[in-house]
């Protein structure tokens, strides 16, 4: 098999950077990717100053989407100073929340200081998953308070819900009750065993139970009005085209909307996440650290580690994933792979396809 033609270092621009904007949280979520730090640690947290010179760097590199994440980032006391300052930079500024500490005020703010979008988790259809699934009674009210308030106010906002076999059952119905809130996006994720998730991982999908989801949120997408969106399902993008092909349609945005644009693992290639404490990874789930902006820039950092480097070429996966026909459009979750085994460009069990399988 011929090597993927991949691009030139030049045409890899951060399109999505995450930023976890603090440490502190209100929940203790089962699943939580940094493992539930003490919750009022800030003192390694980025400064005003620190942050601002952070996303005057990311602007000038490319004026990109940047998630104010956490912990719970409306925890932090400048997060709508820091969120206008971006949108001054020519920044998409978006917001990441578990919708507990939003009322009317606080959606005044985040119109106020430009935020383009709200992201809202939601990990059941009903308070009892829920709320066991967030660590914390109430949690699912105050989600949907939160949806209200936004719908109200006008700000859009797309509903997150993270997948195990808790929930996964309940796919379709969740996704009816986000169009039902006045969501504008659904985005799936699949849980990475890292952090908290580690101690979980005998509740995540098997890789049948992984490649039936996928057809399932094929299958929703084909007929829901929201743009959905597969996060950590790099096979989606694989599924996709096996399933259009068979349908006979084309993959393009007027069949499957943004999907159609986009391909599987972005880690290092076109997204980034930024910790508390200034360390660039390559996603919030995969534990290794291309630098700290306090000792080079972001930019700097995204052009020339070795680690990001990697990442950029389909030609150095290993087993199956480097000699999969579909690993352009794929590539396998980097981080599932670095927790299975260790190695960031091996192979992801996860994946049950066998490559040239298909005739």
Request: aromatic share 8%; with cysteine.
């Amino acid at each position: 098999m011929k090597p993927t033609p991949h691009k030139s270092e030049g045409e890899f621009l951060p399109r999505l950077v995450a930023w976890e904007t603090t440490a502190a949280c209100n929940l203790d979520c089962l699943h939580c990717r940094a493992g539930n730090p003490p919750k009022a640690d800030a003192r390694n947290e980025l400064t005003t100053a620190e942050a601002e010179a952070l996303l005057a760097d990311i602007a000038a590199l490319n004026p990109c989407t940047v998630i104010l994440s956490g912990g719970e980032p409306l925890m932090r006391a400048d997060i709508f100073e820091l969120a206008r300052r971006g949108k001054e930079m020519g920044l998409a500024m978006a917001l990441a929340t578990n919708g507990s500490l939003v009322d009317k005020s606080v959606a005044k703010k985040i119109i106020d200081s430009g935020i383009a979008r709200v992201s809202l988790s939601l990990d059941g259809c009903e308070a009892a998953k829920h709320d066991a699934f967030r660590g914390r009674e109430g949690s699912f009210a105050s989600v949907m308070r939160a949806a209200e308030t936004l719908r109200n106010a006008g700000v859009p906002f797309q509903i997150n819900t993270s997948f195990t076999r808790r929930n996964v059952a309940d796919m379709a119905r969740i996704l009816r009750l986000a169009e039902e809130m006045g969501a504008v996006a659904w985005h799936a994720f699949f849980v990475v065993p890292t952090g908290s998730a580690w101690e979980m991982r005998g509740e995540l999908l098997d890789r049948d139970e992984y490649e039936a989801a996928m057809h399932t949120i094929y299958n929703l997408a084909r007929t829901s009005r929201l743009q959905i969106k597969p996060t950590c399902a790099p096979q989606f993008y694989r599924v996709l085209r096996q399933e259009a092909r068979r349908e006979g349609l084309a993959v393009n945005r007027e069949n499957f909307g943004l999907n159609a644009r986009t391909r599987g693992c972005l880690a290092g290639r076109h997204f980034a996440f930024v910790s508390a404490g200034g360390e660039v990874m390559p996603c919030g789930y995969f534990p290794r650290s291309a630098g700290n902006i306090r000792d080079e820039k972001f930019s700097q950092i995204w052009r020339t580690s070795e680690l990001f480097r990697k990442l950029r070429d389909p030609d150095l996966l290993g087993g199956k994933c480097g000699v999969c026909e579909y690993r352009a459009v794929c590539g396998g979750c980097r981080a599932r792979a670095v927790a299975e085994s260790g190695d960031f460009l091996g192979e992801e069990t996860m994946c049950p396809y066998v490559p040239g399988g298909e005739k």
